[in-house]
């Protein structure tokens, strides 16, 4: 009976089965399933609006890493700790400490600087004050006050 000639190895083969890198994968993919499945018993025990926007950064060495969206939503966190801690613990042994770190959504659009408008007001006052000024920082101002009502320089 003739042998079955190897075909080309699979990248399941070649990066997890047979090498240092393999394990390493193996090792942040049991990881990554682990914070998610810690991201999913802790919803329960956030306050409202907070199970929608905080999210499990990391689960390392006793410390729990909580991502939230706002400073807002930080401080009613903290506020909360201690009673998040006592929750917690039954859930996640070895849990020794909770710290929060913010990141701001990049899907939520923000008003821009440059979509702002100065009043008429406002430019007028910086025509005054720029009278007044030393001549580098009296035409900045002059650019200022001119730039926003798009009034050729």
Not at 52 to 80: C, D, H, I, W
């Amino acid at each position: 009976m003739a042998e079955k000639e190897p075909g080309p190895a699979s990248l399941y083969e070649l990066v997890v089965k047979n090498s240092a890198m393999g394990e390493r994968l193996q090792a942040l993919s049991l990881h990554a399933m682990l914070l998610n499945r810690i991201e999913k018993e802790i919803q329960c025990y956030l306050p409202g609006l907070a199970r929608k926007r905080v999210k499990v950064a990391n689960f390392n060495q006793g410390k729990l890493v909580l991502e939230t969206g706002s400073q807002k939503e930080m401080l009613l966190l903290s506020t909360r700790k201690v009673a998040l801690m006592k929750k917690l613990k039954p859930l996640l042994q070895g849990l020794c400490d909770i710290a929060f770190i913010v990141r701001e959504d990049t899907g939520v659009k923000k008003t821009s600087a440059g979509a702002r408008s100065l009043s008429p007001e406002s430019a007028a006052m910086l025509e005054w004050v720029a009278s007044l000024a030393p001549e580098g920082l009296s035409e900045a101002l002059q650019r200022l006050a001119r730039y926003k009502h798009n009034v050729p320089e």
